[in-house]
């Protein structure tokens, strides 16, 4: 089965930064997306930014644009989520996800439909 593991997650300061990491594991087919999502308690899911593990292509939503980077390791089957100059409001629980097969990538929740465990990112200010 296909497995993924973040990682990365701690307390920093605003405006500080902190790189995620997604660890995937076992049998994947390359032509589709993977995805950060973040959710806060008592909010609802948002996704963040997304990767096409075969084309490279990126899509980010607005708020995180400029501070945020997806990228990939393919020699560590790894997608990392760089973030820079962070907020309190990206205090979340971060999850990276696997889509269905895709030729480009959204960061629609329901597009995905294999999830990590999560990881704590909090910003204090």
């Known amino acids: 089965q296909v ?9 920093v300061q605003a405006g500080g930064s902190l790189r995620l990491s997604c660890a995937v594991s076992g049998y994947i087919i390359s032509r589709r997306c993977v995805g950060w999502f973040r959710q806060a308690p008592g909010k ?15 899509t980010y939503i607005d ?3 400029g501070r945020f980077t997806i990228s990939q390791d393919n020699a560590k089957n790894t997608v990392y989520l760089h ?10 629980m971060y999850y ?3 889509s269905r097969v895709a030729d480009s990538c959204d960061t629609q929740d329901d597009t995905y439909r294999t999830w990590g465990q999560g990881t704590q990112v909090t910003v204090s200010s």
């Open 96 to 98: 990276c996800a696997g």
């Open 44 to 58: 609802e899911r948002e996704g963040v930014a997304a990767i096409h593990l075969a084309r490279g292509g990126t």
């Open 83 to 92: 973030m820079n100059s962070l907020k309190p409001e990206d205090t979340a």
């Open 3 to 11: 497995q993924l593991v973040e990682s990365g997650g701690g307390s």
């Open 63 to 65: 708020s995180v644009k």
